[in-house]
């Protein structure tokens, strides 16, 4: 069974620091691309990044770009997104995305995700 | 980047009755285009991919259609559980974005 547990949410004060953590099990991980979605309060998704199965290849939303930085553990499972000069527009549940395959970008599971909230 | 704009934004039926979701791309993204599922409180669920292929135990009730630039999603008999909001999303060209959703609800 394919499974993702997201960890490292919470609250952080305008211009800090948090890193995220999606933790993957039920697959062959590095043979998948990853992925993070967010979705603000109440708003529609927004995909902020994604990392290549090796993690030679990432990409990144312009509203992240330069703040953002996705990387991943392939011996861990594990895919990560350090956020820095974190604004209170990044407040939104986190979700880290399965790709269906390393070269395929829609995203066919899901975790449960980790709340930001970006607020002094 | 790539906007896509989903119409109507809500649309209000009655359970049986037939749904039609329409997903508009601001430039061609081909037929690299996916429908999203998701209900209050719950992860999205993919259920359309590359336009026109259901997703992994998706109900044959769920159909995807178009290329190019104007693509439809259609429910051809609405179930209770199928009152939630949908997203369409394409992969053609980075960033990836997703549409602004449509809210079925029940009328």
């Known amino acids: 069974e394919v499974q993702m547990l997201e960890s490292g949410g919470g609250l952080v004060e305008p211009g800090g620091s948090l890193r995220l953590s999606c933790a993957a099990s039920?697959?062959?991980?590095?043979?998948?691309?990853m992925n993070w979605v967010r979705q603000a309060p109440g708003r529609g998704l927004e995909w902020v990044s994604a990392i290549s199965g090796i993690g030679d290849l990432t990409n990144y939303a312009d509203s992240v770009k330069g703040r953002f930085t996705v990387s991943r553990d392939n011996s861990k499972n594990t895919v990560y997104l350090q956020m820095n000069s974190l604004r209170a527009e990044d407040t939104a549940v986190y979700y880290c995305a399965k790709g269906m395959n390393d070269w395929t970008y829609f995203f066919d599971y899901w975790g449960q995700g980790t709340l930001v909230t970006v607020s002094s | 980047e790539v906007v896509l704009t989903q119409s109507p934004a809500t649309l209000s039926l009655s359970p049986g009755e037939r749904a039609t979701l329409s997903c508009r791309a601001s430039?061609?993204?081909?037929?690299?285009l996916a429908w999203y599922q998701q209900k209050p409180g719950q992860t999205p669920r993919l259920l359309i991919y590359?336009?026109?292929n259901r997703g992994t135990g998706i109900p044959a009730r769920f159909s995807g259609s178009g290329s190019g630039t104007d693509f439809t999603l259609t429910i051809s008999s609405l179930e209770p559980e199928d009152f939630a909001i949908y997203y369409c999303?394409?992969?053609?060209?980075?960033?990836?974005?997703f549409g602004g959703g449509t809210k079925v609800e029940i009328k």
């Open positions: 999303q394409q992969r053609s060209t980075w960033p990836l974005t």
């Open positions: 430039e061609s993204v081909s037929s690299s």
């Open positions: 039920g697959f062959t991980f590095n043979n998948f691309a």
């Open positions: 590359d336009a026109s």
